[in-house]
């Protein structure tokens, strides 16, 4: 079952229509902390190959958002199980929400959306000092 999330609006570019309001839901990371160390959630880095290069979450894959192998390399990784917890993040959220839709449709019923890598990150120096 997935979690409770917190939601809020985060202002995406859409072509040449300027700025517009979406709604993301974003998990709490401690709570995806949780879903990854003890139910072995999949953690999913949907930014690009050079982004991922810059520093990622421990134990990440990554797959671009727009991969259009993505649910074939998730259901690979996940062994099928349409049940296993995967836990998506990008640098702001837009595109983790974007591949959490994707994996919702192809049948996957426990993707969380966990945000932003630079928010995530802080939220980990934090924790580590508590």
Known sequence: MVPPLRGTNVPALLGARGLSEIKVDFID???????????????????GEREFATGALPGAKNIPHDDPDLIEMVADMTSADLQKPI???????????????????????????????DQLKMYLELSAEV
């Open 29 to 47: 990371p401690a709570v995806a902390r949780k879903l990854v160390e003890e139910e072995g959630a999949l953690i999913l880095d949907v930014r």
């Open 87 to 117: 836990v998506v993040y990008d640098k702001v959220g837009r595109r983790a929400e974007t591949a959490k839709a994707t994996l919702n449709k192809a049948g996957h019923k426990n993707v969380v959306n966990l945000g932003g890598v």
